[in-house]
């Protein structure tokens, strides 16, 4: 179970402290800890996301970077550094996206940073989506 994913999920509808699952097959040991904040709309959206969320969906992939990194062809990577070296407001956003890639110590293929890189590079016409997919879904 990706408890990761739970607590973003539910950190985006609802000020929260933290989340603990205890068992992850029954819904009723998942605990939420609500800030003071939370709203009773808050806290009710975050009731929905936990009784939505699919504790046994497949953990996503994961990486080090250079493992990541190395997901791309060479011509890709030299590409997308080229890509990144202007001043240009989509070259400094994947300047930034390479700079906090490199400064990671885990990528996660379903993390919305990685996310949006990727998306970003596609919308550039760096990569075919087919190819995001394939970075990201685990086949190279």
Not at 59 to 70: D, G, H, K, S, V
Request: aromatic share 4%.
């Amino acid at each position: 179970m990706n408890i990761q994913k739970l607590h973003h999920q539910i950190a985006a509808v609802c000020p929260i402290v933290g989340v603990s699952v205890r068992a992850p097959g029954d819904k009723t040991t998942w605990r939420i800890d609500f800030a003071d904040a939370a709203t009773n709309a808050e806290i009710a959206a975050a009731s929905a996301v936990v009784a939505a969320f699919d504790a046994a969906a497949p953990e996503p992939m994961r990486w080090t970077p250079l493992e990541f990194l190395e997901r791309f062809t060479q011509a890709e990577r030299i590409a997308i550094r080229a890509a990144s070296a202007g001043t240009s407001p989509e070259a400094l956003q994947l300047a930034d996206w390479l700079d906090l890639l490199r400064a990671s110590t885990e990528v996660i293929a379903d993390d919305p940073r990685v996310v949006a890189g990727m998306t970003a590079l596609v919308a550039a016409g760096l990569l075919a989506d087919a190819r995001r997919t394939e970075i990201l879904g685990g086949g190279a």
